[in-house]
């Protein structure tokens, strides 16, 4: 490579990486104003951090979560309604990101599911006590 051409390389990088920069700072960690922070904070629970088993984005400090923050923050910052952003996070990662997926065919499993297998402990306790109880007798 040319040396011109390296030190056009090496200055395009530079100015990538100051303007990343600044973007990110340009969003706070916590906002000013409490009810968008208060927001924020809604929001954050709404969302799972897909690296930590169980956590919302909220309560993880991994840096997918610190990014999905980020994120969020930015969009609030920009005025975004929270079915916007959900929606946002929806397309980029799925509705495994959701805490609450929404009740659809395709998640009917996941929301009938636990009562389905309380139901079948149920019906077996309660054939195993009645056949406890026959033998009894």
């Not at 400090?61 to 920009?78: C, G, T």
Request: hydrophobic share 45%.
């Amino acid at each position: 490579m040319k040396r011109g051409g390296f030190k056009t390389v090496l200055a395009l990088l530079l100015m990538m990486g100051s303007s990343h920069a600044a973007s990110a700072a340009a969003v706070p960690e916590t906002f000013s104003d409490p009810v968008k922070e208060a927001r924020a904070r809604h929001l954050q629970r709404q969302f799972f951090c897909l690296i930590c088993a169980g956590e919302s984005i909220d309560e993880s400090n991994s840096s997918f979560a610190v990014d999905v923050r980020r994120l969020l923050r930015e969009q609030i910052a920009e005025g975004k309604t929270d079915k916007q952003i959900q929606d946002f996070f929806v397309a980029r990662y799925g509705e495994a990101i959701l805490t609450k997926p929404p009740v659809e065919p395709v998640t009917w499993l996941l929301w009938l599911g636990p009562f389905g297998v309380l139901a079948i402990a149920g019906g077996v306790a309660w054939v195993t006590i009645k056949r406890a109880g026959k033998a009894e007798t």
